[in-house]
């Protein structure tokens, strides 16, 4: 299934050159999504040296992948930012929230291609069960000091209020593909030298060298903006990972307008707008999975379905999905980590903006700076109690998952039955392997320890990956890494009965 964005599938391309030979600057910036793009910008206009070196794509990663949504809140609600941290800590991260879409805003006046809007934040029951969780969000919000108000009606043709509604007014969205590769454009041409198609797959962090199948960089400083950092570090012990999938059905009707959607009910739902090319799109993007342990194509069905019984049965021209990492007390973690590298995560589906917060507090802290926020969203710092029952159900989540499939994996299946498209997880030659024959009928065949701590791997059916449950590494039929933490690829196996 072809899982382009909408946002990749309308923006222009970048075509930054793949690393060659051996670089020594002062900045390595590993990653190209936002927070990376950002950051190698700052970095290079301030006159630093700086070497941003991507995996795949500019914006491949959850950028490109997201819903191009910019808010001083958070999804997951300012409620619980509340209830952990109490309000002055909820006013400082709507603040610093606030200042980072404004930060966006100047730098889009020079870059059409992000398509960048001010609008409206809209959050809607749709069931009457819901209307007091709208209405305790209304509380946070005004104890946050956002300029929050009551809705009236959902605009057509959205699915009617059933009751509760808050406004955000003055929030802002634009095309995320279309603004990391135009603000790659302005870092590279500020002295950055950014390339794609340029993975690390060795780091060494403490003495700052990153290599690449094709060169190595030397730095003075490494920053990790790989969404999760890679490697072993101990935020991941305490982050949720999970999927959501996104769908852009076409879109001829009249509204909704320019607005960010979030409705709640049995099912949640954010819908919004956006238009490229001359056609217009409606963008529905519906609950999240955990990794590795949801049918990813009954995931994706449900929200198809989702959007067609609210908004009529109309042609799917994009679907697609992407991972985030949710901090375990609300709040992402920034900063140097005990690996001496500065790492930024924990962004939930926050983080076009948590990215830019980051971007821009990394640049200070490399300028000797220490700004005040730095030391609240600090990767050590200490987590109110409350923080901390996510942290153990997490750590039970990670020990269930490595107990569930030493005990139960086991129950092979025989190659021989494996049919094109299908995945098993079999016992071949004395070793247990996850196993995958393509459609033109060849075997894929790699070990199922995943190579960051050893949890068991599982199969993705819409996106045909091995993806594990523990803290979301992501690899492909043939072994090699797409995402998430692990560094090494799943060891490939070359059996005699294979095939
Ligand atoms: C479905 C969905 C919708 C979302 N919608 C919104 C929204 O509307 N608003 C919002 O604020 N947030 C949203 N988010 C969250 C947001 O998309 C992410 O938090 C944000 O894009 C993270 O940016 P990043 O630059 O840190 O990471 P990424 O964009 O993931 O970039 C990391 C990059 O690192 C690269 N990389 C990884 N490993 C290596 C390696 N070994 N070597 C070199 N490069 C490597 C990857 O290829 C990738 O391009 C959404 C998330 C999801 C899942
Ligand atoms: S991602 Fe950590 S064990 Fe797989």
Known sequence: MDTTSVWRGTAPPTGFSM????????????????????????????????????????????????????????????????????????????????????????RCAHLPEAAFRRCPHVIYSTEPSHNAQVEDELEALRRAGCAVERGLAAPQPLPASAGAMLVLPDQAQFQ???????????????????????????????HRKAVTVSGSVTAKEVVLATHTPKGFHLVQAQMPVHREYGIALEWDADGPGPGIFHLRGQDRLSVRTMEAGGRRYLVCVGQEHKVGIHNAKAGLLALENQAHRHFGVRPVAFRWSAQNYRGADGLPYIGRNHSEAFIATGFATDGLVWGTVAARLIERQLAGESPAIGELLRPGRL?????????????????????????????????????????????????????????????????????????????????????????????????????????????????????
Request: proline share 3%; glycine share 12%; net charge negative.
């Open 383 to 499: 987590t109110p109690l409350k923080g901390a029952k996510n942290i153990l159900e997490e750590s039970a989540t990670v020990v269930k998952q490595l107990v569930k499939d030493y005990l139960t994996e086991r129950q092979a299946e025989q190659l021989a039955r494996l049919a094109p498209g299908d995945s098993a997880i079999v016992e071949a030659e004395g070793e247990t392997l996850a196993a995958w024959r393509s459609p033109e009928g060849e075997l894929h065949a790699v070990s199922n320890t995943c190579t960051h701590l050893g949890c068991k791997v599982h199969w993705n059916s819409v996106e045909a990956s091995w993806d594990c449950p523990c803290h979301g590494s992501r690899f492909r039929p043939d072994g090699t890494v797409i995402e998430g933490p692990a560094v090494a690829p799943l060891a490939r196996k070359h059996l005699k009965s294979l095939g």
């Open 176 to 206: 995320p593909q279309g603004y990391v590769a135009a603000l790659a454009r302005v870092a590279a041409e500020a002295g950055a030298r950014i390339h794609e198609h340029s993975r690390v797959v060795e780091l060494d962090a403490k």
């Open 19 to 106: 690393l060659s030979g051996e670089v020594a600057t002062d900045v390595l910036i590993v990653g190209g999504g936002i927070t990376g793009v950002t950051l190698a910008a700052l970095l290079a206009e301030g006159g630093r040296q700086v070497v941003l070196l991507e995996a795949g794509e500019l914006g491949s990663g959850s950028t490109g992948n997201s819903t191009g949504n910019l808010y001083e809140t958070v999804a997951g609600g300012m409620k619980d930012i509340v209830s952990h941290w109490g309000d002055d800590v909820a006013r400082r991260v709507a603040a610093e929230r606030r200042s980072a879409v404004a930060f966006i805003e100047a």
